[in-house]
């Protein structure tokens, strides 16, 4: 709300017609106008002290109110609104809370839009892990506002405007049980951090429960699924239309694709650096995501590994002589030729960050015998055949290895892949029998030369071997070309599921 003019204001509009020679009308202020007036000890005594947050403040103010026009500094409406209430707050005695609140709020608002993405004109749907990963980035500002307190204050502002909301109700920490009631708690702490006034209490309560009841699961997953890796969560896409209520996190090392977030089967995020201590130094990598995703490590009823096909794909082996290889492959001659010292020490580093990971996640699979998995890579992966890998394989007996083609799954392309868990009630069948190629059954058909033939390829050099990108949504297609040759089938999913649970 604008506020009327005070003496503060006019002494700042004064000075600044001035700096700008405007002598009446409306005056076009610049930034290098309001430097010159933070700079000079004119009318200190009219303006007063913090000078900075009072001379923010009036300019912010008489911006919004359209008393003059800002020619050139960059002001979001969050800016000025923020500007205005440190000016009421030196300027007039406002509380305190009033700003601490506007700032937050904007701060939030802004990791949101940075970090997650909506479905259509829906709130923002704050997942478990996502908050947590929420208050740490905003930690420093929250530290001196009410901390946690001041956080879940800020959604419960959120919530009554619409803009956000959690999408299950929070723990109270400490094996508390679900605090049920944040919504009418947060108020209280608000009115207490004169945030908000008693009389705007209620309504603001009624506002958040509304938008909370509406958006919120209620309820136990019916599945928890730890999904780790680069793919492009089709695990994730196929476990939510069979089990609705499923809970799935998945694990990154450097970000997530968007598209799990516009559908809505992504249910939290958690960000990991694989080149972290590795389980045989001390640090279980199972156990510091499930903290991290604030579930209990013997919840998960399976566990997904997608490791980075990428670097070790035999393909590379096709781009030896164009210079573009990764992996093993890196140092060849082409490649030492074409790239960069520092593409070069990227690669490298990428290539041993992708090893290390495998095998960190081998180790703590081995921690947790108990906890179903699920591991995937093509058949002639280079990681089949890592003798750092072929030696956690060695000494445990009861993972076996399942090798089907994908197309015997509905799958355009043969792609032949291998399949490890510790379930070996798993037996491969598809629509073949057997999981594997058989044309005719599969997508595969018989040529006259006696070849079995597929619609379409991996890495497709034709638009009727194309592969589908989809419908275009958030931005980018569902299925681009990279989701679709990582994408894992449906049919496949579903048959490895409903055998190992």
């Keep these: ?193 004169e945030w908000i006034t008693e009389e705007e209490r209620e309504e603001l309560v009624r506002k958040a429960r509304l938008t909370a009841s509406r958006y ?49 089967y992504i249910t939290a995020e958690v960000m990991h650096d694989w080149t972290q201590k590795s389980s045989a130094e001390g640090s279980d990598l199972i156990t510091a995501l499930s903290k991290k995703a604030a579930v209990p490590v013997g919840a998960w009823d399976v566990i997904d590994l997608e490791p980075e096909c990428t670097l070790f794909s035999t393909a590379n082996v096709q781009n030896v002589s164009r210079g573009c290889t990764h992996g093993k492959h890196l140092d060849s001659p082409a490649n030492l030729a074409s790239m960069t010292p520092e593409r070069l020490a990227k690669e490298r580093a990428d290539y041993a960050q992708a090893r290390a990971g495998v095998v960190t996640q081998l180790l703590s699979l081995e921690r947790h015998p108990d906890l179903a998995f699920l591991l995937e890579n093509p058949s002639e992966s280079e990681l089949w055949y890592l003798p750092e890998v072929l030696e956690i394989i060695q000494r445990n007996p009861g993972w076996v290895i399942r090798e089907i083609d994908r197309c015997a799954y509905g799958r355009r392309e043969k792609k032949p892949t291998k399949i490890m868990t510790n379930r070996p009630a798993w037996i491969p069948r598809g629509r073949t029998g057997n999981g594997r190629c058989r044309a005719g059954k599969c997508t595969g058909w018989l040529t006259p030369s006696g070849q079995t033939e597929h619609p379409g390829q991996t890495c497709p050099n034709s638009k009727e071997k194309g592969l589908d990108t989809g419908d275009k949504r958030g931005g980018r297609n569902e299925k681009a070309q990279k989701a679709v040759k990582n994408a894992l089938e449906e049919e496949l999913i579903e048959e490895m599921y409903r055998m190992i649970l």
């Design 216 to 264: 919120e699961i209620v309820g136990e997953p019916e599945l928890r699924v730890l999904n780790l890796g680069e793919g492009w969560r089709s695990i994730a896409r196929a476990v939510q239309k069979h089990y609705p209520t499923a809970r799935v996190v998945g694990v990154d090392k450097r970000g997530f694709t968007w598209t799990g977030y516009v559908e809505g």
């Design 1 to 193: 709300m604008a506020t009327m003019p005070s003496d503060a204001m006019w002494a700042v509009e004064d000075l600044l017609r001035k700096a700008t020679k405007t002598k009446t009308g409306k005056m076009k202020i610049r930034r290098i106008h309001v430097d010159k007036l933070l700079g000079s000890n004119a009318r200190t005594r009219d303006i007063g002290k913090p000078r900075a947050d009072i001379v923010w403040g009036c300019v912010a103010e008489m911006i919004t109110m359209k008393l003059h026009i800002n020619k050139d500094m960059a002001l979001t409406t969050s800016h000025l609104e923020l500007l205005r209430a440190k000016g009421r707050v030196t300027r007039e005695g406002a509380p305190q809370g009033e700003a601490h609140r506007v700032e937050l709020r904007g701060s939030i608002v802004t990791w949101l839009k940075e970090n997650e993405e909506k479905k259509g004109d829906q709130p923002y749907l704050v997942r478990p892990g996502k908050l947590n990963q929420l208050k740490g980035a905003r930690q420093k500002t929250l530290s001196s506002r009410g901390k946690g307190a001041a956080l879940m204050a800020t959604m419960t502002l959120l919530a009554a405007e619409g803009i956000a909301t959690l999408q299950r109700t929070p723990s109270k920490g400490k094996k508390k049980g679900k605090w049920s009631k944040w919504i009418e708690d947060s108020a209280e702490w608000m009115v207490g951090a």
